[in-house]
């Protein structure tokens, strides 16, 4: 590295003598001494075998190699320059890509402010998010199609070559229209809740969560009414049918849902989930990755709201 840098500095002297048009000049310019600059001009003949420079009148010109030379040394510079620059811009997120995944594809609405907070704090930053199952997130992960994951870190075992932690546990709750006739209901028990049509996820986790509801109440498994991954189409429907819709949420429900629908309290004594953060422990997180990664676990309320 040492002489790779020394190397530079050699093609820029000489890149310098040759617009000087003397030693003396350049040695002005450069702030080093004449007998310096003739040692970096002899040391590159050297190497090259042959002659940059020959003697003039009032100073140094060219020679035919010479210009061969300064020309492809300019170019060099200039390459370096920008290297540096692209590498200082990676560094400082100035720059570069960030691949997340979101798992499962439902946890996008829970997890789309704090990803959008971020991208406001590094606008030259490229950032591609996208959502789906866990076992394709987490696969993609492993195999580096993707940077970051967040999403449920309940299955992390089953890749031995995946770090995660966790950011805050999970509620399960469920909503519905506001008019739904479970809504006039109070209290109301999970049995009044599970003989309604149910949306179930794909997310093979928080499927077992709403089995289990039926399990403990003496209802049988029932297949899925709807199955739907996406928040948006599960929002439409439930605002035209009776169905009822699981949400897993930090705290609270978010406060986007209830003002359009009716939130059933949190589902209590439940499996425990958590949202959280992982990446592949055999690649170095990139300093985007590494960013987003500290923005999940040391920003307070990222989840209010």
Not at 85 to 92: D, F, K, L, S, T
Request: charged content about 25%; aromatic content about 6%.
């Amino acid at each position: 590295m040492d002489q790779m840098v020394t190397d530079l500095r050699k093609l820029q002297q000489i890149v310098v003598i040759s617009q000087a048009g003397s030693i003396t000049a350049a040695s002005r310019i450069l702030a080093i001494t004449q007998s310096g600059l003739t040692k970096s001009v002899a040391d590159v003949e050297s190497t090259l075998e042959t002659k940059l420079f020959v003697r003039a009148a009032r100073g140094v010109r060219l020679t035919e190699a010479g210009e061969r030379f300064v020309r492809g040394a300019k170019r060099i510079l200039a390459d370096t320059e920008d290297l540096m620059e692209e590498v200082h811009g990676y560094n400082e997120l100035q720059s570069g890509r960030l691949r997340i995944g979101v798992a499962p594809n439902a946890f996008l609405p829970l997890l789309s402010d704090v990803i959008a907070d971020f991208a406001g704090e590094v606008p030259d930053l490229a950032i591609e998010v996208r959502g789906g199952p866990v076992e394709e997130i987490f696969a993609d992960l492993s195999g580096g199609r993707i940077d970051l994951a967040l999403g449920t870190t309940n299955i992390v075992e089953r890749w031995p070559d995946i770090a995660a932690r966790s950011l805050a546990p999970l509620d399960l709750h469920f909503f519905a229209r506001r008019d739904h006739p479970a809504s006039s209901l109070d209290p109301f028990t999970e049995v009044d809740l599970l003989k309604y049509p149910m949306f179930m996820p794909s997310d093979p986790l928080t499927s077992a969560l709403i089995t289990e509801l039926y399990m403990r109440n003496g209802l049988p498994p029932r297949t899925s009414h709807y199955q739907c991954d996406d928040f948006q189409t599960i929002r439409a429907m439930v605002r035209k049918t009776d169905a009822v819709a699981p949400v897993l949420s930090v705290g609270a429900v978010r406060n986007t849902i209830r003002r359009e629908f009716h939130v059933f309290d949190a589902v209590p004594d439940i499996m425990q989930m958590n949202l959280g953060v992982a990446h592949a422990r055999s690649r170095p997180l990139s300093p985007a990755a590494n960013a987003l990664h500290a923005h999940l676990i040391t920003t307070d309320g990222l989840f209010d709201g």
